[in-house]
């Protein structure tokens, strides 16, 4: 089993940044690829970022590209997702998942993640 807990989120200016964290407890952490999903209202849960386990690979949505950074840091069980020049459409819920055993490939399909965060709220006005 492993916990996640997302924080960060708030009410940001469009063209501002956010940094969101998800703490991970449980189950040995380090061994899942991660992923950050987001859903807004509405509309189905939207792939934005995911990482292997090491931190060596990364991918991102095509609506995030350029913008986004995810990161991680394994021995503080920790996994960040750096947002910036937000747009009034990266408004949503921000989820935090945990995947194990998957190729990079696979981290972009939300079926394939084992635990989920409860979500934390973004919220960029114009």
């Known amino acids: 089993q492993v916990q996640l807990v997302e924080s960060g989120g708030g009410l940001v200016q469009a063209g501002g940044s956010l940094r969101l964290s998800c703490a991970a407890s449980?189950?040995?952490?380090?061994?899942?690829?991660m992923g950050w999903f987001r859903q807004a209202p509405g509309k189905e849960r939207e792939f934005v970022a995911g990482?292997?386990?090491?931190?060596?690979?990364?991918a991102y949505g095509d609506s995030v590209k350029g913008r986004f950074t995810i990161s991680r840091d394994n021995a503080k069980s920790s996994v960040f997702l750096q947002m910036n020049s937000l747009k009034p459409e990266d408004t949503a819920v921000y989820y935090c998942?945990?995947?194990?055993?998957?190729?990079?490939?696979?981290?972009?399909?939300?079926?394939?993640?084992?635990?989920w965060g409860q979500g934390t709220q973004v919220t960029v006005s114009s």
């Open positions: 449980g189950s040995t952490p380090s061994y899942y690829a």
């Open positions: 998942a945990a995947a194990g055993g998957r190729t990079m490939a696979m981290l972009t399909k939300s079926y394939v993640y084992d635990y």
């Open positions: 990482i292997s386990r090491s931190g060596g690979s990364t």
